[in-house]
């Protein structure tokens, strides 16, 4: 069988392996991706959102074969971009990290919500964000932070 | 606001928000081992023995024969087993642990072992218990008197059901053999000396034979007080079996329905009326203890010392036991014990002012105690009691009265509303007398000769934010920026016992301990000198000393108070209730960080509700706990209480860091009190005594009612 072949934080990658494997499984015992975190291992929880050509997926859903010339963007490649610096400042403005585990999720979640709508009301943003579970902070944080990075980041989404 | 107050980014921040932090499951899996345990699937059962397929090379099973000192996880009592002994006491219980170099092979593998038992009938309800771990009476005034000579006596029971953790990051833990044969044991931990004494036992090694480091850690609320040390005797007895390191991180659903959660609990009260006021409570409390005892005696006092809620009964009499059920260990979860009992005397006084035609408010106003007032215990209320300023305060916020007096009027059509409140504290730092004389708690400070100054101390961030409000106390006090103070997280190697991560003591306690050891050293400071402070715990001269024989004295130094208002709207085609608006007023003296305290306000106040909400867990005839995913267990999402708000009310406490006080379970308590008394009166004043009150107890409660 042929390798897949995907992007992974724009880098051009194969992957060997079974077309059945997870690619929450892969991401972090093959490249290393240890963003990428495993929460529930049954897409209920986001700990393991990652971008699937711009999409946000859970990427213990997703089967290797599916993974097939798309474009696949962790938290290890998103954090060099300003779109990610805006956000890291605006959740440390208001402390939107407690513990961290759904932080990763949360980022991408955010960031896959402001590509769609770089303006959006308290209620979108909690819609957005609706698929990642954080059992620390109540949210609030997490809402007002990506409501600063909208406007803090005007321009970059 | 206080200088310490201001908000800083938290020390952790930049490696969290990046995906930087390394989690105990992020370590490589270069040359570690997978370790699997082998659950046992019946609740009570002799132990025959198990018969293994061919183990192929590299592959090895521990169980209780393989553990070089003693089969006891130390936790209070003698009764934990790190491998279970000749018998099984609960659907999950650890019979042994399969470990190998690839995962999928073990669990193959794993599928494969035998078990052989003699099944035996299960315990499973907490009133049918065979056996009490704990049992414990106090009281004072005349009880009896109080009962004979009253208008009225109410007398009603109370259930409330688990409460799953649902930390994020699953428990894991990690162990190795060092080249000089010390045990490393390291992982997802609130409290590394608990679990470094537990492994001294099992392995039957002193403190030079093993260290402990906790990694970050994803959430823990309890979860992580006791479990990680059976989890870490698991997997160092299997580092000691196989020579290698090994690793065993927990599945979701091995995690919800194996691991200890907050105890169910059946509470009777009965209670005096005379003259329009409640003269005597008595109360029987049951907690499920589960299985083992792990730490349900502790759990049970601090339920027991609430079980009169925040007001001045001059009689009562409260009575509890923790019952021994073939039921997963219950243990500490947020607020530990004192939700059970604030729910059901918060409800009870709503159902007696009903009863008696007056508002419940004002019925309960009535009764708050003051400062200087005997507690439950008979100690002291020694600081003021803020509850009547802080139920304005919620008033303010939400116009709680106007809105409770409207829809006390008959409501039809599909929807109605109704809006609740409950008063409650929660007494800051251990129970009884367990600061002075258990824990006694050190904390250093240690001076590099680059003028850079380390905290050691015990004590976890698991998210709650000690990382960031340690540091800001002592960069306070020596004038450093905070970069230049450092807290690593804590390595019983290198930290001394500053106590555990629990029972919202960590910045009243330690923060003090550190308070003051940053003035030793600024007294002391010597310019690109390496220096060292220490302080050791000293009791506050003003706390009645108290006896957990008889229940007496000061359970606690000081308290942290709060007043909640939920207002809900029930659509009474589906049961289903939405959340308009959730008020927290909370007293948890000088906030350390501001954004740190709100955020453990809000995570709290949300954990409280989805408690008296969504939350519900239950076992099977079986004994076997059927909601063991966030499927079939569900914790509230963004989308679940838009309106959440917290504020602070501040009482310095003149014991804690600039006046703070124990802050972290305040906020979960009350939730279930008030979310139950708003239920019942958007479901026209029926009383209810259940919490979670999920959409299906509101369907069952409309067609009863007829409503």
């Not at chain 1, 990658?13 to 929450?24: E, N």
């Not at chain 2, 105690?369 to 005997?374: E, I, P, R």
């Not at chain 2, 506050?540 to 957990?548: A, G, Q, T």
Request: with cysteine; proline share 4%.
């Amino acid at each position: 069988m042929d390798a897949i072949r995907f992007t992974l934080n724009g880098a051009e990658v194969s992957y060997a392996g079974s077309a059945a494997d997870r690619l929450l499984d892969v991401l972090r015992n093959n490249y290393r991706c240890t963003s990428v975190k495993c929460g529930c291992r049954e897409g209920e929880c986001g700990a393991c959102s990652v971008l699937m050509d711009g999409v946000l997926v859970n990427s213990c859903c997703v089967a290797m074969g599916a993974v097939e010339g798309a474009e696949i963007v962790t938290l290890e490649g998103y954090r060099e971009t300003k779109r990610f610096a805006a956000l890291a400042d605006a959740y440390g403005q208001v402390s939107a990290v407690q513990c961290g585990f759904c932080i990763p999720g949360m980022v991408l979640a955010s960031e896959a919500l402001l590509a769609k709508n770089p303006h959006p009301t308290e209620e979108e943003i909690r819609e957005g964000l609706s698929g990642n579970l954080c059992r620390c902070t109540g949210y609030n944080a997490i809402v007002n932070a990506v409501a600063i990075a909208a406007k803090e980041g005007d321009g970059l989404w | 606001m206080e200088e310490i107050s201001r908000s800083v980014v938290k020390k952790d921040h930049a490696a969290k928000v990046s995906g930087r932090s390394i989690y105990v499951a992020d370590y490589p899996s270069d040359g570690v081992l997978t370790g699997r345990l082998l659950h046992a699937k019946t609740a009570r059962a002799k132990m025959i023995g198990v018969e293994l397929p061919e183990l192929p090379d590299g592959y090895y099973y521990v169980d209780a024969r393989d553990i070089p000192g003693d089969n006891n996880v130390n936790i209070v009592l003698d009764d934990m087993p790190v491998f279970c002994r000749d018998t099984v006491e609960y659907i999950g219980e650890a019979i042994g642990m399969l470990i190998g170099p690839d995962e999928k092979k073990v669990e193959e593998l794993l599928g494969e072992i035998k078990v052989y038992l003699e099944e035996m009938e299960p315990v499973l309800d907490m009133r049918k218990a065979e056996k009490n771990f704990f049992e414990y009476n106090f009281g004072h005034g005349d009880v009896g008197q109080a009962f004979a000579e009253a208008d009225r006596v109410f007398d009603e029971e109370f259930e409330t059901g688990y409460q799953e953790q649902a930390y994020l990051e699953p428990q894991g833990m990690m162990a190795e053999i060092e080249p000089d044969g010390r045990v490393f044991v390291h992982g997802s931990i609130q409290c590394v000396y608990y679990v470094h004494n537990a492994l001294k036992r099992v392995l039957g090694c002193g403190d030079e034979g093993v260290h402990v480091l906790q990694d970050v850690t994803g959430g823990g609320f309890g979860g992580k007080e006791a479990w990680p040390s059976i989890l870490a005797c698991q997997v160092a007895v299997a580092a000691k079996v196989t020579g290698k390191p090994v690793r065993c991180v927990f599945g979701r659903r091995e995690d919800m329905e194996y691991t200890s959660k907050r105890h169910p609990s059946y509470c009777h009260y009965r209670a005096a009326v005379k003259d329009g006021k409640v003269t005597a409570i008595d109360a029987d409390v049951i907690y499920n203890a589960g299985a083992y005892s792990t730490l349900s005696a502790v759990v049970l006092q601090r339920g027991l010392i609430a079980a009169p809620g925040i007001y001045n009964i001059p009689n009562i009499r409260i009575h509890g036991t923790a019952a021994k059920t073939n039921t997963t260990p219950s243990g500490a979860y947020r607020g530990f014990g004192g939700p059970q009992t604030f729910f059901a005397v918060e409800t009870l006084m709503n159902h007696i002012a009903r009863e008696l035609g007056v508002d419940a408010l004002a019925f309960k106003e009535m009764h708050i105690a003051k400062q200087g007032d005997l507690t439950s215990t008979a100690g002291r209320y020694h600081f003021p009691v803020p509850v009547k300023e802080m139920i304005e305060e919620v008033d303010a916020a939400c116009d709680y009265r106007k809105k409770r007096a409207e829809y006390a009027s008959p409501q039809t059509g599909r929807y109605r509303r109704g809006i609740g409140m409950s008063m409650y504290f929660h007494g800051a730092g251990f129970t009884g007398s367990g600061e002075r004389d258990l824990i006694k708690a050190v904390a250093k400070l240690r001076k590099y000769s680059d003028d850079t100054v380390e905290i050691l101390a015990a004590n976890g961030d698991i998210g709650q934010g000690v990382r960031t409000t340690f540091s800001k106390i002592v960069a306070h006090e020596l004038g450093l920026p905070l970069e230049r103070v450092i807290f690593e997280h804590p390595d019983t190697g290198r930290v001394p016992d500053s106590g555990p991560t629990v029972a919202s003591r960590s910045l009243m306690v330690v923060g003090e301990l550190l308070r003051r050891a940053a003035i030793h050293l600024k007294e002391i400071w010597a310019d690109g000198k390496e220096q060292e402070v220490e302080e050791r715990f000293k009791e506050p001269d003003f706390v009645l000393p108290f006896s957990i024989e008889t229940f007496e004295g000061d359970a606690y130094p000081t308290f942290a108070w709060a007043v909640n208002a939920i207002e809900l709207e029930v659509d009474t085609y589906t049961g289903v209730a939405k959340v308009l608006g959730a008020w927290g007023d909370f007293d948890i003296g000088t906030p350390a960080d501001y954004n740190v305290a709100l955020g453990q306000m809000e995570g709290g106040f949300l954990q409280g509700i989805g408690y008296a909400s969504i939350e519900k867990m239950d076992y099977n005839q079986y004994g076997r706990i059927r909601n063991n995913s966030f499927s079939d267990y569900l914790i509230p999402t963004t989308m679940d209480v838009p309106k959440l708000v917290c504020m602070f009310h501040v009482e310095k406490y003149p014991d804690g860091p600039y006046g703070a006080k124990g802050a972290g379970e305040v906020p979960l308590v009350g939730a279930p009190a008030a979310y139950v008394d708003a239920m019942e009166q958007a479901l026209g004043g029926i009383p209810l005594n259940h919490a979670p009150f999920t959409a299906e107890d509101t369907l069952a409660a409309i067609r009863k009612e007829a409503i």
